[in-house]
């Protein structure tokens, strides 16, 4: 069974993204009452509740109330509304909601929140090294870490040692080393992991979005702000809030945020009162800080206060064995969602995995796997299959027997032979041209379409060309 996700609202809020969840390898629910809600997530145990806060005859405290009657046993639950507020939020969040977010409900937030790969539906993932710890809030696997390397359990011990604390961690790491997802199992490890976990990414929008994004605005507070907004501190009181890509953020974003981690309160833009708020932060970065501190691209003073507990994840190339364990995580997910059968690994393929660099680390490894499980068929994977230069693909031979065609390809070779001349004779283009139409017409019987696509061509450009041969005297069936 596909992992699946629910969503609790009218149709017309949410069904635009049901075709992009379901590429994703979600099955997507619909509800519109408790009643359907309920039913939908005994019979498919979805990962996700979206939620609006009231429909006609539906109240999501209702729902909030099952989820803590179950003690646990629960899907989270996102609840969206079109005018929210600061109380509200608390309120709801305080009952057991996961997060609180104002329309629109973009495809963005919600796969933000959901695993980049559905997971597995029939078992846990292999070789997890992570030690012991508490029940995960999230299902789904987002905050597992996989690995053996001594390097990763290093990692995983220092975090395990800091996670109950409110101090803030900074995550460093090359790019596609994981470090959001660490950042979730950080939290999942924490007193906090039934509250908010929210994350904002600062390298995606300049300044004065991203201050609004972090901080919140008043209604009023510049053009286009037509309702106050509670920013993503707001929304993460009591949880954790992940600042990915901090190094990104502008200098004097930098002094404001100095302000929230040492007094424990923010300013909304255009706002009067100041708000305070209970977040552990966390954030990340592919840089290395201390030199953009010397190089005066980012504030000292703030460096020290994100830096307490500095965790660095280590290369992939740099995990030995653990690229094999990871690659084979990510193969029985991608096959289960495409519903193929069991891949295993040729040892061809394990040698050019442990010899390749990993330049893209866990994110390359990731999209290599989801491409040799839709290449190997029945398997075995093997390295072709990772197709790192599409040039390099081998023609399969249905292809290359002559006159063999598939809706949109025709092997070239029939045509080819009827447009050459007589002892191999070299014709003009334009002629050469002309007989491949007309070959083509005579294969379709006529049919101008089926010939366009033998030919790659537009039916128009096709008409075209027949009325140029009709005006040379040309007879056209």
């Known amino acids: 069974m596909a992992a699946s996700i629910l969503f609790v609202a009218q149709p017309a809020a949410v069904t635009a993204h049901f075709s992009r969840l379901r590429e994703m390898g979600y099955e997507v629910g619909l509800a519109e009452n408790l009643t359907g809600a309920l039913s939908f997530i005994k019979k498919s145990r979805p990962l ?20 803590a009657s179950a003690m646990g046993d629960f899907p989270p639950i996102v609840i969206f509304t079109e005018q929210g507020t600061a109380d509200e939020a608390r309120r ?97 490890l924490s007193d906090r992991a039934d509250k908010p976990f929210v994350a904002i990414n600062c390298a995606a929008l300049p300044e004065h979005l991203l201050e609004s994004e972090l901080f919140g605005h008043e209604k009023g507070a510049f053009t286009g702000a037509i309702a106050r907004k509670l920013g993503k501190f707001e929304l993460a009181s009591g949880g954790t809030i992940l600042l990915d890509e901090i190094s990104e953020m502008d200098m004097g974003l930098q002094a404001k945020l100095l302000r929230v981690l040492q007094e424990g309160e923010i300013d909304r833009v255009g706002g009067l009162d100041t708000v305070k708020v209970d977040v552990r932060v966390l954030a990340t970065t592919n840089r290395k ?71 893209g680390n866990v994110r390359e490894l990731q999209n290599l796997m989801e491409r040799a499980v839709l290449l190997a068929g029945n398997g075995p994977i093997e390295s072709r299959h990772f197709l790192l230069d599409p040039d390099a693909w081998e023609v399969p031979e249905e292809f290359e027997e002559a006159g063999q065609c598939t809706p949109g390809v025709c092997a070239a070779a029939p045509v080819a032979d009827e447009a050459g001349g007589v002892g191999g004779e070299v014709l003009p283009l334009d002629e050469m041209e002309r007989r491949m139409i007309l070959k083509s017409l005579d294969k379709t019987q006529g049919n101008r379409t089926q010939a366009a696509d033998l030919l790659g061509i537009s039916v128009r450009t096709l008409r075209n060309k027949l009325a140029e041969y009709r005006k040379q005297g040309l007879e056209i069936p």
């Open 48 to 67: 996700f509740v979206f939620s609006r806060v009231r429909l006609p005859g539906y109240r999501v405290e209702n729902l909030l109330g099952e989820s």
């Open 92 to 188: 709801l969040l305080e009952l057991g909601a996961h997060d609180y977010w104002l329309d629109p409900v973009s495809l963005d937030k919600i796969e933000a929140v959901l695993p980049k790969t559905p997971p597995p539906a029939e078992e846990a993932p292999a070789a997890q090294a992570a030690p012991a710890r508490k029940a995960e809030p999230q299902r789904g696997g987002a905050g597992e870490i996989i690995g053996r390397h001594p390097s990763v359990l290093r990692v995983l011990a220092l975090a395990k040692q800091v996670a109950a604390s409110k101090a803030t961690v900074l995550i460093s790491g090359e790019s596609g080393t994981g470090k959001e997802r660490f950042a979730r199992y950080l939290h999942s």
């Open 289 to 359: 800080l201390d030199e953009y501190v010397q190089q005066g691209k980012f504030r000292q003073d703030l460096y020290f206060r994100l830096n307490v507990i500095p965790l660095r994840l280590p290369a992939l190339r740099d995990r030995g064995d653990d690229v094999l364990l990871l690659a084979q995580w990510f193969v029985d997910g991608f096959r289960k969602a495409y519903g193929l059968p069991r891949l295993a690994f040729s040892e061809e393929a394990v040698e050019w995995m442990r010899s390749y660099d990993w330049p």
